[in-house]
């Protein structure tokens, strides 16, 4: 006779929510396919009564399951019906080096242009970057899809987002709300790369435990972040009191990158700003790249390459090419 044991197992970094699927359609999916185990779950943890050597097998198609989960951002029920049917999950990911990670639904976020790619190589050799260039280039989508990565893959415990809060034109003493409704508008476009990458439940919960944090530069002062993936994001707008004191906060296993326009500067004197001085400042220093994005690497909507054009020829004071109109 086959001795029947209990079994619990722990559902480690997915959040069960997802894992289980809207009403537990996924969950109900892996019961219809082990009628001879009684499934019970309780939030990260099911519970599990049947068979030693099924409750066994049952165990190592779970965590495979949600190792599945955790490189994909999803799952599906053909991906349950393939776990559980015996057979290795088939790998949905095409054999692509410019896969960056899979976000939300399994989109692939993958590095789209040259100076792209060059971010993502010398992130492997270097804890400090700095990625310089025009907007809607991906410096900072880039940046952030690197420290989904680092987390994921346990790299590192927390990620850190952080932007100076400098007013492009409006004052924050103007703007209705507490601090916190008056910074959010700054901080929008890091909310809203996270949210491709990380499924909103999880994204909630890692916010709420600290594991993911979005903060101006200014709460930076006086922290020392060890086993953090960091960027500094708008740095264009620091001044060079304000870049020091955010480099030399870099702890130990700690990742830095430093994204900014330097063509966007929004500080009252342009010679001010803290970008400009400490790339040329720590130009060689061993451990530090630069990665200079320009307009070439702009993945957004066509126009925003021609106007990026437009005002650099503006500012050098050229005629407008053939076809435009001055």
């Known amino acids: 006779m086959t001795e029947t044991e209990q079994r619990q197992i722990v559902v480690e970094g997915a959040d069960p929510r997802e894992l289980y699927g809207p009403q537990e359609v996924y969950l109900e999916q892996i019961r219809t396919l082990h009628p001879r185990l009684k499934i019970v779950a309780r939030g990260s943890s099911l519970k599990v009564f049947g068979p030693q050597p099924e409750t066994e097998r049952f165990a190592t198609k779970m965590e495979g399951l949600v190792a599945y989960y955790l490189k994909y951002g999803h799952i599906s029920r053909e991906v349950v019906a393939q ?3 015996g057979g290795p999950i088939a790998e949905e990911a095409p054999a692509d080096k410019d896969v ?3 976000g939300n639904g399994g989109t692939i976020v993958r590095a789209r242009t040259v100076n792209q790619r060059r971010l993502v190589q010398a992130y492997d050799k270097h804890d400090l970057l700095f990625a310089v260039g025009p907007a809607g280039s991906g410096k900072t989508y880039t940046a952030i899809a690197l420290a989904v990565r680092a987390l994921r893959e346990k790299q590192v415990k927390r ?5 100076p809060a400098v007013e492009a034109g409006e004052k924050l ?4 709300g507490d601090m916190k409704d008056k910074l959010d508008p700054y901080l929008q476009p890091l909310y809203d790369a996270l949210n491709d990458m990380i499924p909103p439940a999880r994204l909630q919960k890692f916010m709420e435990e600290g594991t993911v944090q979005i903060a101006p530069l200014a709460y930076m002062r006086g922290r020392t972040l060890d086993n953090a993936f960091v960027i500094l994001d708008e740095a264009q707008n620091t001044t060079l009191s304000q870049i020091k004191m955010f480099l030399t906060r870099m702890g130990r296993n700690a990742k830095f990158i430093v994204t900014g326009d330097v063509t966007q500067i929004d500080l009252p004197r342009r010679e001010d700003s803290g970008l400009v001085r400490a790339t040329e400042t720590l130009a060689g220093v061993e451990g530090i790249a630069v990665v200079e994005f320009d307009k070439r690497d ?9 106007i990026v054009e437009a005002f650099d020829r503006h500012a050098r004071g050229e005629a407008p090419a053939e076809g435009e109109q001055a």
């Open 83 to 85: 776990c559980f049917s």
């Open 100 to 102: 960056i990670l899979y």
């Open 159 to 163: 990620i850190i987002l952080t932007r």
């Open 173 to 176: 003493g103007f703007l209705p």
């Open 298 to 306: 702009i993945v957004r909507h066509p126009l925003v390459k021609h």
